[in-house]
């Protein structure tokens, strides 16, 4: 069985799902601040899924966020339902 994360010291992955590119940033061991942590790029949604998979079994987050883009009136784009879809 897994232990929770300790509360004080939790590590965050964030995507930034694109059409192309998928931006990748990882959060402080205190969860406050985030960095940039590198661009997946990929040529078709499996092998996108595949990196990311890859780099989450790498890296071990605690949590695991995924930015969700809207329009300028809170309505959901096509690139939000792309987002959702992953």
């Known amino acids: 069985m897994m232990e929770a994360p300790d509360e004080e ?11 192309k590119r998928t931006g990748v940033a990882i959060s402080d061991e ?27 079994r790498r890296i071990h987050p605690d949590r695991i966020v995924l930015g ?10 096509p690139q939000a339902e792309r987002a959702l879809a992953f």
């Not at 010291?9 to 059409?19: N, P, S, T």
């Not at 205190?30 to 989450?56: D, H, M, N, Y």
């Open 9 to 19: 010291h939790v590590r965050i992955l964030g995507f930034d799902i694109g059409d």
């Open 30 to 56: 205190l969860g406050i601040t985030a960095q940039p942590l590198e661009t997946i790029e990929a040529k078709s949604a499996e092998e996108r899924e595949k990196k990311v998979l890859a780099l989450i």
């Open 68 to 77: 969700l883009p809207t329009n300028m009136d809170g309505t959901l784009g």
